[in-house]
């Protein structure tokens, strides 16, 4: 069976269907479906911006809680 017909006979057998549980069942997947992955919807400068990030952590360039605490302290006097 081809995705046409496939689709045609699902929508003939969704009109026939007198279970409104089955017609919730089928509405939530079909959402969960169209639903966009988060990724997809961050700007190309963020999402380069976190593969940068993923980088820099993989090859070990990255500063311990301490080391930006100690930083901060002396860049801002608090």
Same mark, same amino acid.
């Given at each position: 069976m081809d995705i046409q017909a496939l689709k045609l006979d699902l929508v003939a057998k969704i009109l026939?269907?007198? *279970?409104?549980?089955l017609l919730i069942?089928?509405? *939530?997947l079909l959402e969960k479906e169209n639903d966009q !992955?988060?990724? !997809?919807?961050?700007p190309e400068e963020?999402?380069?911006s976190i593969r940068d990030g993923i980088e820099d952590a993989s090859k070990g360039r990255t500063y311990s809680h301490d080391q930006v605490v100690?930083?901060?302290?002396?860049?801002?006097?608090f």
């Open positions: 026939k269907t007198e *279970k409104s549980s069942h089928i509405a *939530k !992955d988060w990724w !997809d919807q961050l963020v999402q380069q100690r930083e901060a302290k002396q860049k801002y006097g």
